[in-house]
Nanobody
Framework: QLQLVESGGGLVQPGGSLRLSCAAS????????IGWFRQAPGKEREGVSY????????HYADSVKGRFTASRDNTKNTVYLQMNILEPEDTAVYYC??????????????????WGQGTRVTVSS
């Protein structure tokens, strides 16, 4: 059974940091692309980061560029999203997703067949 399990969300003050984890089971992340998405209350799901695990190419949405960093640990079959200098606008439920396709819109949620359950991030003082 292919599964993604997320962890690491929580409450953090503005300017703080969190690291989200996304552990895969039932398949190897090596051959997949990983998208990180978030959905704030009343808003559409938006892509924030993309990693092509085959080539290592990464992309970040303008809203998080310079603050968020995606990485992976192949030995643990896990990917991470390090989030620094968090802002209240970063408050959302964050999801990791995996797809085998390496072409097409990297932030099209419909192109990702595998999703984590989501982890809530709240940035507030």
């Amino acid at each position: 059974q292919l599964q993604l399990v997320e962890s690491g969300g929580g409450l953090v003050q503005p300017g703080g940091s969190l690291r989200l984890s996304c552990a895969a089971s039932g398949f190897s992340l090596d051959a997949y692309a990983i998208g990180w998405f978030r959905q704030a209350p009343g808003k559409e799901r938006e892509g924030v980061s993309y990693v092509n695990n085959r080539s290592g190419w990464t992309h970040y949405a303008d809203s998080v560029k310079g603050r968020f960093t995606a990485s992976r640990d192949n030995t643990k079959n896990t990917v991470y999203l390090q989030m620094n200098i968090l802002e209240p606008e970063d408050t959302a439920v964050y999801y990791c997703a995996a797809r085998g396709r390496l072409v097409g819109n990297i932030y099209d949620p419909g192109s990702y067949p595998y999703w984590g359950q989501g982890t809530r991030v709240t940035v507030s003082s």
